[in-house]
């Protein structure tokens, strides 16, 4: 059984975070926007304000760096 986070976007944007993209044992690295929650893959798990193809803002954040940051419930 895998365990699944949830991340809560600023806009209210729910998105499932499977335990494999916190673990590193997914094959992509995948950063969540705190503004949208659009995901962006490739992205180091502890990045911070990386730039977002959604809303155009820097709030791309690693999924390990949410989980410091206590966005993933």
């Known amino acids: 059984?895998?365990?699944t986070y949830t991340f809560?976007?600023?806009n209210g944007t729910r998105v499932?975070?499977?335990e494999s993209w916190i673990t590193g044992m997914s094959l992509d690295d995948v950063?969540?926007?705190l503004?949208?929650?659009e995901e962006r893959y490739?992205?180091?798990p502890d990045a911070r304000g990386y730039p977002c193809e959604g809303c155009e803002q820097?709030?791309?954040y690693?999924?390990?760096e949410l989980l410091m940051m206590d966005r993933l419930k």
């Open 8 to 10: 809560t976007a600023d």
């Open 1 to 3: 059984m895998t365990n």
């Open 58 to 60: 820097n709030k791309v």
């Open 16 to 18: 499932d975070v499977p």
């Open 62 to 64: 690693g999924v390990q």
């Open 31 to 33: 950063g969540l926007c």
């Open 35 to 37: 503004q949208c929650g």
């Open 42 to 44: 490739g992205t180091e």
